[in-house]
């Protein structure tokens, strides 16, 4: 047997494996699933966005006709975007930036220019580089976590995407967290 036509029919078997098992997919998002936030990298000055933040939680299984409790995802999603709107993200120090204590403030050197602002507009995040991307990734971890009994209450969760857009530019990002094993 040549080895394309094998391979070809190892995939169609995986297929008929695949479609034989319900699976179910669930976007939560609210009007609170926005906000506004400056944030910087190494190849751009301080700026800012105003961004959506939207969840996708897929499952083999339902718990009470849901995935998850909706309110509960549409309430975290809310706290999120209540808690970084008209916020400043500060990432660790890495390249073109530089981020110094002052004790209630904050000083941010990005490109040569030099910022002060109050602890309190900021938001510190363990990321790098202040990109869609790796707010994203980031995102995606600290949701996962925040939703640990929720995930364990149902085994058929294998996949969450959380997907942050920059809404006028319509550049976006998402991070998918496969679960491998309900194991925190």
Known sequence: MPQAYFILSLLTEYRKMEIQ??????????????FSSSHYHQIEFLHGHDYH????????QLLDGEIIK???????IEEICV?????IFITESGVGHEVEDLGDHVGLTVRGLSYEFPKRLCVFLPIVLGTCEEISRYLSLNIANRLRSELEM???????NVKISE?????EASTILEIKEHKF
């Open 70 to 76: 909706s309110s509960k995802i549409k309430a975290l």
């Open 167 to 171: 809404v006028y530019k319509q550049q």
């Open 53 to 60: 933040l939207s969840l996708t939680v897929n499952s083999t």
């Open 83 to 87: 808690g970084y709107d008209h916020k």
């Open 21 to 34: 098992q319900e699976t179910y997919s669930t976007t939560y998002a609210s009007q609170g699933s926005y």
């Open 154 to 160: 149902n085994p058929g969760i294998y996949a969450i």
